[in-house]
């Protein structure tokens, strides 16, 4: 993982907003999910669209991936919000921009940002250069993973509620920790409230993935190992629901891309889908 003291935003987390970014730029509408906000976070300057991983082989069924991913989640919060589900909690926030373009969904839930104390400090100060004030409703959690902190008892310790449900998004996260590290979240998150959700994605391994959609993988796992965040974990889609069985989850559903796709990118002219590399779990307690 990145060093936590940075006072930059982890080079990944960039990726993925310039990607979720380019989805309302390149592609066109209807949008699966309109947000520039992480484009104005990441200030990245002119040309950044023709950065390397904005154009690699693939790229288009990966930003489909980044917004599939955010909508999947955030419909499923709307969804336990209306069940009267009051806490969502972001591991991994990175640059996610929910709180600033639905807060009308965000204050009805209330908001934990977790993420590396660095990487929030950063956040905050762009959030007020841009004019973003933070509300009431959100809160940011830092947890300096390298230094063994724990998340759960951090996001407790910041006025998370244990006794009641919450959805818990784990997004772009299971991939850069240990098999123990996500055994170990997967068990945390089994104890949380009953009428708990837990929202994971994973990576397949590679050789379970098409050959043009495995080179797009291999340049992704090329880039994040340069910049100090490599893939250490892969999952076959029944390894990781197994995982959560195991862990202590009354149920546990793989949802896989060509579902998000019948969801979300039916009939459109571009053939814009998802590709088959990253998966979803979801696990309720």
Do not use: C
């Not at 068990?187 to 379970?208: E, I, K, N, W, Y």
Request: proline share 8%.
């Amino acid at each position: 993982m990145a060093d936590p003291r940075r006072t930059v935003p982890d080079p990944t987390a960039v990726r993925v907003a310039l990607w979720r970014a380019l989805h309302v730029q390149a592609d066109a509408p209807p949008h699966v999910l309109s947000d520039e906000i992480g484009l104005e976070l990441a200030g990245p300057g002119p040309g950044w669209r023709k950065r390397g991983d904005m154009t690699m082989p693939g790229v288009d069924g990966v930003r489909a991936s980044m917004v599939a991913r955010a909508r999947f989640v955030e419909d499923l919060v709307a969804e336990r919000a209306d069940a009267g589900v009051t806490q969502y909690v972001i591991l991994g926030a990175g640059l996610d921009t929910f709180a600033q373009r639905r807060p009308e969904l965000g204050a009805r839930v209330g908001v934990f940002e977790v993420d590396q104390p660095g990487t929030q400090a950063w956040k905050r100060e762009r959030l007020a250069e841009l004019g973003h004030g933070i509300p009431s409703w959100l809160t940011f959690v830092p947890v300096d993973f390298e230094a063994g902190d724990s998340w759960w008892e951090r996001l407790n310790a910041a006025g998370f509620d244990p006794d009641r449900p919450a959805v818990v998004a784990s997004t772009g996260v299971s991939m850069y920790l240990s098999h123990e590290a996500n055994t170990a979240m997967l068990r945390q998150a089994a104890a949380l409230a009953p009428g708990s959700v837990l929202a994971s994605t994973f990576l397949q391994p590679l050789d379970l993935l098409e050959p043009d959609q495995r080179r797009a993988q291999e340049t992704i796992m090329r880039d994040a190992a340069a910049s100090g965040t490599p893939f250490v974990s892969l999952y076959a889609p029944e390894e990781m629901r197994r995982a959560a069985l195991e862990a202590g989850f009354a149920k546990a559903a793989h949802v896989s891309p060509d579902e998000l796709a019948e969801r979300y990118f039916a009939g459109r002219p571009d053939g814009l889908r998802p590709p088959r590399a990253e998966q979803f779990l979801v696990a309720e307690v």
